[in-house]
């Protein structure tokens, strides 16, 4: 059976950082594309970041020179390092395990930055 467990989430303060876990058992980690995506209350899940089975990564222009994405194949984990956090960057934040037609999601953690 598939999991992707996220963790990390929390309320932070503007200019404040987090990071973000997700660990991930029932699949051939290296193997998955691995991606964090955000949803916002009332708002579209939008992509934060992807990092592939080889480490290449590709951010969201919102996110550029604030978050870092990476990994651990060795653990089976995926990490998010938030910098710099804003308001807008309040949302849920879903793990995502993906290759060629299969996708799989975690629950969630929520991000709080309050205005």
């Known amino acids: 059976q598939v999991q992707l467990v996220e963790s990390g989430g929390g309320l932070v303060q503007p200019g404040g950082s987090l990071r973000l876990s997700c660990a991930a058992s029932?699949?051939?980690?290296?193997?998955?594309?691995m991606g964090w995506y955000r949803q916002a209350p009332g708002e579209q899940r939008e992509l934060v970041a992807v990092?592939?089975?080889?480490?290449?990564?590709n951010y969201a222009d919102s996110v550029k020179g604030r978050f870092t994405i990476s990994r651990d194949n060795a653990k089976n984990t995926m990490y998010l390092q938030m910098n710099s956090l804003k308001p807008e960057d309040t949302a849920v934040y879903y793990c995502?395990?993906?290759?060629?037609?299969?996708?799989?999601w975690g629950q969630g953690t929520q991000v709080t930055v309050p205005s």
């Open positions: 995502n395990a993906a290759i060629l037609r299969t996708s799989y």
């Open positions: 029932g699949i051939t980690f290296s193997m998955y594309n």
């Open positions: 990092i592939a089975g080889g480490g290449g990564t």
